[in-house]
């Protein structure tokens, strides 16, 4: 048997390394985010948000995500997480869309949801993803409308508050606005508490990943909408073609990105058209693989002379050459960099997917109810 000062003394050790454990582990953090951010091409931000930064994070969603945005856990998903919808399941064989247990499991609608995403962003039997998944796509990053995080955001607004759909900046997103609003309204009748602001989010990392190289993107579920009484946020915070790499940056700054976050981030002009910016070479893509989400649009953007066939943005073209983007747009541009690109990608784009959220401990995480990613052909 212990002698009690023996056994006190077990007790003092034991309870002194749980707690030390988290504090040994965070300093572990700080040292690697440390290095990282002394690597100006490895520097994704590490700022938290809303609630993980104010009280911690309390939920296990609340725990992914915040190793998410500290870049200690990557942010993609790879093919073996599959949701399993709850009917399948169930002993006696009731289930579909309509039943009781598919209301009660928060992702089962999400189940069904995708599968009408993805039939309507494909194209060509798979092999590339369609107009309508890179209206997706662009709907998302319409999000810097002021200058401060925590208003505006992942809100749905750019749908519900008056006008804001129909300024310049949002022109050729109609098409996919009206869709969304429909599967809105076929879907509430099943889950009356689905946001716009949530389709919106699933709907751009659907849209990603059913474009050939694309991540698949760790997914989270229940952010509430905008009050539609709210005006809409200010115009043209957003950066255009016309803006100047340090603009660019410090747009996205605002918004907690780094200069490494940006530059992966634009990187979704792998699959973009452009129609308006200039008239003449409107439907001209932006590399020579359409519709596939590789790194052709680093390597072909910058030159003298864009390939035959593409256009480039002034905006990227700046990024390609400004001096503290451009050591990391040429490692992009290397053959090889697909994964290097696309973890980057899913990194900064997850923190983008949660900008102006409040409440991050109180989201479902979905992932598996995404569709499989597919390697660059
Ligand atoms: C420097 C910041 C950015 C600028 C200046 C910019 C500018 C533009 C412009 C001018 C267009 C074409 C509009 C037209 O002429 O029809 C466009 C299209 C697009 N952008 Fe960006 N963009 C930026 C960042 C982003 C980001 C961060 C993403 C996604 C993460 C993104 C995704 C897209 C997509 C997918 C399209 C294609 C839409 C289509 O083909 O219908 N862009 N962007
Ligand atoms: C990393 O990013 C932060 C935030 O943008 C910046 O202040 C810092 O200078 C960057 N570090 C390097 C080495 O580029």
């Known amino acids: 048997m212990l002698r009690p000062s023996l056994l006190s003394f077990y007790i003092l050790a034991l309870s002194s390394i749980v707690y030390a454990k988290p504090s040994f582990h965070a300093a572990l953090q700080d040292i690697r985010i440390q290095a990282r951010q002394q690597d100006g091409n490895n520097n994704h931000s590490v700022v938290l948000l809303a609630d993980l930064a104010t009280n911690g994070d309390v939920t296990r969603s609340g725990e992914i995500i915040r190793n998410i945005l500290q870049t200690t856990a990557p942010a993609t998903v790879d093919n073996s997480i599959v949701y399993t919808r709850p009917d399948a399941v169930s002993k006696s064989g009731q289930g579909g869309l309509d039943s009781a247990v598919c209301r009660k499991d928060t992702c089962c609608i999400w189940s069904y949801i995708v599968p009408t995403m993805v039939t309507a962003f494909s194209e060509n039997g798979g092999t590339r993803c369609s107009a309508l998944a890179r209206s997706a796509i662009r709907m998302v990053p319409e999000f810097a409308r002021d200058g401060s995080v925590g208003s505006g955001g992942a809100d749905g607004s750019i749908l519900l508050s008056a006008g804001e759909l129909q300024r310049n900046e949002n022109r050729g997103l109609g098409n996919y606005a009206n869709l969304i609003l429909s599967w809105r309204d076929t879907f509430r ?3 009356p508490g689905i946001s716009v602001a949530d389709l919106i989010q699933v709907g751009a990392i659907v849209a990603t990943v059913t474009c050939p190289g694309g991540p698949r993107i760790r997914t989270f579920v229940g952010r509430p909408d905008v009050d539609d009484r709210i005006p809409p946020p200010a115009e043209h915070l957003l950066p255009n073609p016309a803006s100047s790499a ?17 530059v992966a981030l634009v990187g979704a002009h792998t699959v973009s058209h452009q129609y308006v910016t200039e008239p003449k070479y409107a439907g001209f893509p932006q590399d020579t693989t359409a519709g ?12 003298a002379v864009p390939p035959v066939g593409v256009y480039s943005f002034e905006s990227d073209k700046v990024l390609s050459t400004d001096a503290v983007t451009q050591p990391m747009w040429n490692d992009y541009a290397q053959p090889g960099a697909q994964t290097k690109w696309t973890d980057a990608y899913a990194t900064a784009y997850f923190r983008l997917s949660l900008l102006g959220v409040q409440k991050l401990n109180g989201l479902t995480d979905c992932s598996g109810v995404l569709p499989l990613s597919k390697p660059v052909p």
């Open 189 to 191: 009748l099943y889950a």
């Open 246 to 262: 340090s603009n660019i940056l410090e747009l996205f700054a605002a918004k907690t990105f780094t200069a490494t976050d940006v």
């Open 292 to 303: 596939v989400f590789d790194t052709k649009f680093y390597a072909e953007t910058g030159g």
